[in-house]
């Protein structure tokens, strides 16, 4: 198989994976500790006002709704967690899958604090870093959270990804 199509292949699963174990934790979250995330319709929101030549909002929540706002919204996350995973494997390689390793993961999902943000929030109109909402310190503590935690599902995607590719290797 090519290597591209492996690693597209590769990307979807571990992208997946991890998003899951993300949006698994944030409802888990929000039943133990009544702390909601993110609602991905905002997202779609955002996304949907492309179509119109509207990149950037005053307060996205005052913006007029989007049709399908929270689909676009939720599939928009898996490909987002899809391309973290895909530059994960480019970087890493192919063969990093046969014994996958803890930190470059977590770095990753770290570094994925970035989008949102310097390019999401301040879109929205929740300032750089979230520095206009009521709280910034929290916002940001819990964008950093919650990327800690897809970094943790994109190791744990990738391990389990390994079994099933070391046991076709045997």
Not at 102 to 107: K, N, S, T
Not at 158 to 168: D, E, G, R, V, Y
Request: net charge positive; charged share 10%; aromatic share 18%.
């Amino acid at each position: 198989m090519n290597t591209l199509f492996q690693i597209i292949g590769y990307s979807i699963f571990i992208g997946v994976g991890a998003t899951l174990f993300m949006d698994i934790y944030a409802v888990l979250v929000k039943r133990f500790f009544n702390i909601s995330s993110l609602d991905y319709a905002i997202v779609g929101r955002w996304i949907g006002n492309f179509k119109n030549g509207i990149f950037v909002h005053q307060n996205i929540l005052q913006s007029e709704k989007v049709k399908r706002e929270r689909i676009i919204g939720w599939i928009s996350h898996y490909v987002i967690g899809v391309s973290f995973a895909f530059l994960l494997l480019w970087i890493y390689g192919i063969n990093w899958l046969k014994n996958p390793t803890f930190f470059p993961c977590i770095i990753l999902g770290i570094a994925t604090t970035i989008a949102p943000w310097f390019l999401m929030q301040p879109a929205f109109g929740f300032g750089f870093a979230a520095s206009k909402t009521p709280n910034p310190a929290v916002s940001r503590l819990r964008s950093l959270q919650a990327h800690f935690i897809y970094g943790l599902g994109l190791y744990l995607a990738a391990l389990l990804l390994s079994c099933f590719l070391n046991k076709s290797y045997d």
